[in-house]
């Protein structure tokens, strides 16, 4: 088993040796994703979908690693964020975004566990009550539905496939959503630390 300094070297060459290499990460790649995405969305992941993938982002990409964590670190993030969004891809295709539209009487769910014996929980519940209110009473029809579908775990790209947008407008309209939230909270008296340590 090479180490992470030789491995990188190795995979920066060619020949036989780079062959091994790459090798060596494919294997720690698709170790790593078995364990770490396995029953995400409470399915089983099958990481060998789209391991390959994963490895060619990383050596497309090697040059823009600066060495500020392990290199197999640094592969393994990209690999995972690959995997994450084949999963919400695969996850949500079947899904519409119709089943936010607050005509229908839809709520967004976020998985907030509320235990009775943390001393949080009525911190998490008011929390979560205001925000709800927030977004029913505050943001568009499409900021709505964006934000319901986003705190939901919808991709950026299906939620921009599912409201005929591109990504960098649904990134917009979410960004815009958020500061509206934001300021409501504001008004409600919480501050950005109090909701993040409640909801996180």
Known sequence: MLDDDELLRLLKGDGASRDDAIA?????????????????????????????????????????????????????????????SALRRKYHQDVSMEAFNTAE???????????????????????????QTLIDTELTDKQRLATRAFLSDFATDEIAEQLNMNRNAVYKLIHDARQKLKDGFARAGLTSEEIFEALA
């Open 105 to 131: 009487g839809h709520s967004i769910e976020i998985a907030i566990t509320v235990d009775p014996s943390l001393s949080s929980s009525e911190s998490r519940t008011e929390i979560f009550s205001v925000l």
């Open 24 to 84: 060596q990460l494919r294997s720690v790649l698709l170790r790593g994703l078995s364990k770490s995405l396995n029953n995400r969305y409470g399915k089983p992941f099958n990481a060998e979908d789209i391991v390959q993938e994963a490895l060619m982002k990383v050596l497309s990409s090697i040059e823009k690693f600066e060495g500020r964590s392990k290199f197999t670190t640094w592969a393994m993030t990209i690999a995972t964020r690959i995997g994450i």
